[in-house]
């Protein structure tokens, strides 16, 4: 089985910064693309941001220049830098990661962490 396991939400004020993690666990034989999605009370879920194995980013037009993603192969892991948070940041953040899990077959299967809240406030 595989896991996501995302830490780092919380509570902070307007202009403030968060640093979420999410570590993939498990049988893994790789992973491409990872990243985070959020979804607001009453809202979609909507990209924040990917980033694939080679470095490669995308971002949500809503968190360009806020918000960077960065990803250490080794640990499984991705990160996402958050700063300059704003009211409208306020969701429950996903990990996702389209994950390999034997060499003996090329599918990918979509992983989802639990989510973790994010809620910015004076």
């Known amino acids: 089985q595989v896991q996501l396991v995302e830490s780092g939400g919380g509570l902070v004020q307007p202009g403030g910064s968060l640093r979420l993690s999410c570590a993939a666990s498990?049988?893994?034989?790789?992973?491409?693309?990872m990243g985070w999605y959020r979804q607001a009370p009453e809202g979609q879920r909507e990209l924040v941001a990917t980033?694939?194995?080679?470095?490669?980013?995308n971002y949500g037009d809503s968190v360009k220049g806020r918000f960077t993603i960065s990803r250490d192969n080794a640990k499984k892991t991705v990160y996402l830098q958050m700063n300059s948070l704003k009211l409208e940041d306020t969701a429950v953040y996903y990990c996702?990661?389209?994950?390999?899990?034997?060499?003996?077959?090329?599918?990918?299967?979509?992983?989802w962490g639990q989510g973790t809240q994010v809620s910015v406030s004076s």
């Open positions: 498990g049988i893994i034989f790789s992973i491409s693309s």
């Open positions: 996702n990661g389209q994950i390999r899990p034997t060499g003996y077959s090329v599918r990918e299967y979509d992983y």
């Open positions: 980033i694939n194995s080679g470095g490669r980013t």
